[in-house]
């Protein structure tokens, strides 16, 4: 399978829940890694966070590339950091099967969207809560994949954002049935039914799993409530 294809795995097991790792114990990745696979992890969802764009800062290339040395899952890489077309072939090189960057953080994003394409692999386009939606309309064709924050870019553990759901809506209404559709921040149990209703195929969820002792449990029931949901 081809780099540009094996995201594309994500899309076909929707629902899929794709824990961001932000939360997991990185004195064992290895091990953090493996319990994720054996609770049905179908992807790994990774943060970049570059301490400008967003006030957090969180890691690089280097742990891309670890994650990547340990699974042979998608790795999906949402880059919260300013001008990202700087870097987006060492995410490449470094494991990434999708590279999501911000609307609000390029100038030119269809041109960005367009070089993460050549590089082989997926290409989504991301919009904070706060930014108007007509900003990444016109993106919607351009792209594999729309994460719609579902809190502003830049921690874990925020709450929820209702308006998301809209989002996800106008989303489906606006493109095809290719375009893949992904929401994250306070995804959980009481969230994630009504985000699959909107329209979500992929879940990103941080706390709702990491939280909790059992990445099974954790991970199937937000599966079952999200089967719910989207049925
Ligand atoms: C927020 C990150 C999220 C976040 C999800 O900027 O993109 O992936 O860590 O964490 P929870 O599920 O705790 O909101
Ligand atoms: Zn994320």
């Known amino acids: 399978m081809s780099r540009r294809d094996s995201f594309r795995q994500l899309g ?28 049905g992890a179908p992807g790994m969802h990774l943060d970049v966070m570059d301490g400008n764009f967003v006030p957090n800062l969180t890691y690089g290339m280097p742990i891309v590339q670890a994650v990547r040395k340990l699974t042979q899952l998608p790795i999906d890489v949402h880059l919260m950091i300013r001008q990202p077309e700087r870097y987006l072939s060492q995410f490449r090189d470094a494991g990434a099967d999708l590279i999501t960057i911000h609307v609000e953080a390029v100038d030119d994003p269809r041109a960005a969207l367009g070089a993460i394409r050549d590089l082989g692999i997926g290409a989504g386009i991301a919009i904070n809560p706060g930014t108007p939606f007509d900003q990444v309309t016109d993106c919607l064709n351009a792209c594999d994949l729309l994460l719609v ?18 989002r996800l809506r106008q989303a489906r209404e606006l493109a095809g049935s290719d375009l893949l559709l992904e929401v994250d921040g306070g995804v959980n149990s009481d969230t994630i039914a009504a985000c699959a209703e909107a329209g979500a195929q992929l879940f990103v969820v941080g706390s709702a799993i990491f939280r909790r002792d059992d990445y099974r449990d954790a991970i199937g029931q937000l599966q079952r409530l999200a089967v719910l949901g989207g049925g």
Request: proline letters at 7%; one cysteine or more.
């Open 12 to 39: 076909a097991a929707a629902p899929a829940i794709l824990p961001s790792l932000l939360l997991c114990d990185f004195s064992n990745l290895e091990r953090e890694i493996a319990r994720l696979e054996e609770a």
């Open 149 to 166: 924050m579902s809190v502003p870019a830049g921690f874990g553990g925020q709450s929820f954002d209702r308006t998301a759901l809209d």
